[in-house]
């Protein structure tokens, strides 16, 4: 028989790296939002998990229950296989627990295929994930990277943590570049996602003397910051990262790709095109149009985002414990790192 698993024992042995979750509620459920790192083998499809729902809700649950039994049979074979063909230990969970996670977890035990079961499901991990938002410490100091638009503070952040240092990827997790362009090319994250990535990340940053993460709004597209990386921002250590204009353009025309969003990039600018000087406006309107992305980003830069940045940093940080002025994002990399070996906290 199967045996019940804790959120706690389920944190614990993912931490380890000795356990697969699997989510088995439908796609979108999943979708929505999931255990990070989760597959997804779903019990019933989204046409099937309505139709059962309906019969519980408007003619029995022996009739739901009979009905999920007939539709799971015809799809026995390969739902055994999917969790067969997973390695070592497997945690099953649903939305609380219940039918689905109990269901599956009892033929798969029949199959002699062990797994275990989250007790509370998909809720007991939100749960978890709110009270550990509320009550959870990290590295005892934040390092805040600051910088104009193009400075390359997310591609500085990620060629750190490729070599090991502890960051926070708060774009990353959000899904989202914090700016009006900020979802071109991306897929957004909500809030629970969000919230969840962060949370894996702050456990594995806890022993470390410090963390390092961007400089964000107190929101990055539709997600709020909460109140622990908000607080840490504000007492932290300020660097100002600097690059050459020219540089920085280079900078956002890689990261965003526009000739791959031209319909994408051009709607986004109608959206900030009245805050900015009309015979401006209709330069920049006309150069996305004809795709010269350099005088485009030119303009941007110089008559929108450096201004509003300019203005947002003095509100809160005017003196940055160090100024890092590069060449180029290998070369800025190079300063942090030894800025860092010198950083006694």
Known sequence: ????????????????????????RSPSEYANATIPGSLNIPLFDDAERAEVGTLYKQVSVEAAKQRGLEIVSAKLPVFVRQFADIPGKKAVFCWRGGMRSKATATVLSLMDIHVYRLVGGYRAYRQWVVRQLETMSFAPRAIVLHGNT??????????????????????SMAGHRGSTFGEIGLKANNQKTFESLLVEDLMACQDKPY???????KRIGKIVLPELIVEKKESGLHI???????????????????????EACLQAFMRIKSKIHTPIAH?????????????????????????????????????PA????????????????????????
């Open 1 to 24: 028989m199967f045996q019940d698993m804790t959120i706690e024992e389920l944190i614990a042995l993912r931490r380890k790296g000795e356990l697969t979750t699997v989510d088995v």
């Open 240 to 262: 100002l990262i600097e690059l050459p204009a020219e540089e920085r353009v280079r900078q956002i025309i890689r990261d965003y790709e526009p000739w791959n969003h031209r």
């Open 150 to 171: 193009g400075t390359g503070k997310t591609a500085i952040l990620r060629r750190l943590k490729q070599k090991g240092y502890p960051v926070l990827d708060l774009e």
């Open 283 to 319: 330069e920049i309107e006309s150069c996305l149009k004809q795709e010269k992305y350099e005088p485009a980003v030119e303009m941007l830069l110089q008559y929108c985002y450096d201004p509003r940045y300019a203005h947002a940093t003095d509100q809160y940080v005017s003196d």
């Open 322 to 345: 160090v100024v890092i002025s590069a060449q180029h994002i290998d070369d800025a990399v190079q300063q942090v790192e030894r800025f860092l070996a010198s950083f006694k906290g």
């Open 211 to 217: 963390v390092i993460f961007e400089a964000e709004s």
